[in-house]
């Protein structure tokens, strides 16, 4: 199969900084200790079973960067949940700091837009998954882990890799599931035989 597909999501680090009060907060830079960036990301090409995985504890920031531009650079399109908005521009940031040249422009299909179509009570990917029942998130103790994760706790950092891992595979159900009403989708392959939307 020539075509090839990747399923990308990721974990993002929260910024740190001095702050004056509990809300309502306009920060300015000199207040900005640390400005967060990419905690992890798992990825897995349409057809294979073995995900990838790349985090910050395992691998370090710029090798989770240069791992990201090869398989942006691989890839025919990029399947994201929010990720014209999020995931790809995050990961573009990453590249451009760890000063590597950018990838191709890879087609991007990006669900969120297709499952805003349905009309749905709500279009959050934990709420998506079980109504359409092709699985449920892994659920957590919430910004704890990512907190436990920054500070070494590597139970917490098992549980997070879990996660991140578990929302490409449902990422992969949901493409499976609302494939045929996405609009605009892009020819993948070198004929019609071997894209699979056509």
């Known amino acids: 199969m020539s075509r090839r597909l990747l399923f990308i999501d990721i974990e993002w680090k929260p910024a740190t900084a001095y702050v004056w009060r509990m809300w ?13 960036g990419l905690l992890c990301f798992c990825a897995q090409w349409e057809g294979d079973k073995k995900e990838m995985f790349y985090s910050e504890w395992e691998h ?31 990961l ?11 990838p ?3 087609t991007s299909i990006d669900l969120i837009k297709t499952v805003k179509k349905f009309g749905f009570v709500m279009n959050r990917l934990a709420y998506i998954g ?16 990512w907190r436990s994760v920054l500070e070494g706790d590597v139970s917490a950092q098992k549980r997070m890799k ?3 891992i578990q929302d490409v595979k449902l990422l992969i159900q949901l493409y499976k599931r609302v494939q045929p009403f996405i609009r605009n989708h ?11 939307a056509c």
């Open 24 to 36: 309502d907060e306009n920060i300015s830079p000199d207040q900005l200790l640390d400005a967060g």
């Open 60 to 90: 370090g920031r710029q090798a989770m960067a240069e791992a990201a531009l090869e398989l942006l650079s691989e890839a025919e399109a990029v399947v994201t949940y929010n990720g014209d908005k999020y995931d790809i521009p995050k």
């Open 92 to 102: 573009t940031g990453e590249i451009v700091l760890a000063g590597l040249s950018p």
């Open 104 to 106: 191709p422009q890879p």
């Open 130 to 145: 079980p109504l359409l029942k092709i699985g449920s998130k892994v659920k957590h103790e919430g910004f704890s882990l």
């Open 162 to 164: 879990k996660y991140c």
């Open 186 to 196: 892009p020819h993948l392959g070198k004929d019609a035989s071997e894209c699979g």
